[in-house]
């Protein structure tokens, strides 16, 4: 059974870039079907999609978030990263990890909240 | 970009009433429409995938239609554990997912 597990700083500065690594278990990164997601969710409010990236290194970001988003990947340890640069209260939010492609869309982490406070 | 719009975005209603959201695409998205159901401070919770396919251990009081641009989820008969909000997606794309706003289903 694929499991996803997000980890990083709980509280991150005004300011500065916000760092999260997705883990994966249970399956390969490395396949060729399937693209590795971010998605976060302010608190009260919907789901936003941020980014993905495929095992290889291309990488598709949402455009409204794209001059701050960097998703990278680690195939040696089945990782893959989110870094988010110059955030503000706005970024506060649970942020999830979980695998694009496929017929179901069923594979999520269970999300780590981030707070951008000083 | 793909845009979905979801209403209504809060639904009233009591246990045993049949209850309809409508999700809508701004393009035609086939049948890689997905629903979810959310509870508080848990990750959202997959119940159909490519518009009207069950998800394993979801129970079957929840039902899915649509294709193209037009798509509804259905719970025929509401009960308690059912108050959450839901949430459609598209994923037309392995590349990019989009999100409805969510409709919150409270008890009326």
């Known amino acids: 059974q694929l499991q996803l597990q997000e980890s990083g700083p709980g509280l991150v500065k005004p300011s500065e870039t916000l760092s999260l690594t997705c883990s994966v278990s249970?399956?390969?990164?490395?396949?060729?079907?399937?693209?590795w997601g971010w998605i976060r969710q302010p608190p009260g409010k919907g789901l936003e999609w941020i980014g993905s990236?495929?095992?290889?290194?291309?990488?598709y970001y949402d455009p409204s978030l794209k001059s701050r988003v960097t998703i990278s990947v680690d195939t040696s340890k089945n990782q893959f990263s989110l870094k988010l640069s110059s955030v503000t209260a706005a970024d506060t939010a649970v942020y999830y990890c979980?695998?694009?492609?496929?017929?179901?869309?069923?594979?999520w982490g269970q999300g780590t909240l981030v707070t951008v406070s000083s | 970009d793909i845009q979905m719009t979801q209403s209504p975005s809060t639904l009233s209603a009591s246990v045993g009433d049949r209850v309809t959201i409508t999700c809508r695409a701004s393009?035609?998205?086939?049948?890689?429409l997905a629903w979810y159901q959310q509870k508080p401070g848990k990750a959202p919770k997959l119940l159909i995938y490519?518009?009207?396919s069950l998800e394993s251990g979801v129970p079957s009081r929840f039902s899915g239609s649509g294709s193209g641009t037009e798509f509804t989820l259905t719970i025929s008969s509401l009960q308690p554990d059912d108050f959450a909000t839901y949430y459609c997606?598209?994923?037309?794309?392995?590349?990019?997912?989009?999100f409805g706003q969510g409709t919150k289903v409270e008890i009326k």
């Open positions: 490519m518009a009207s």
């Open positions: 997606q598209e994923y037309n794309s392995y590349l990019t997912w989009t």
């Open positions: 990236i495929y095992y290889s290194g291309s990488t």
């Open positions: 979980a695998r694009q492609g496929g017929a179901a869309p069923r594979y």
């Open positions: 249970g399956g390969s990164i490395s396949s060729n079907t399937y693209y």
């Open positions: 393009q035609s998205i086939s049948s890689w």
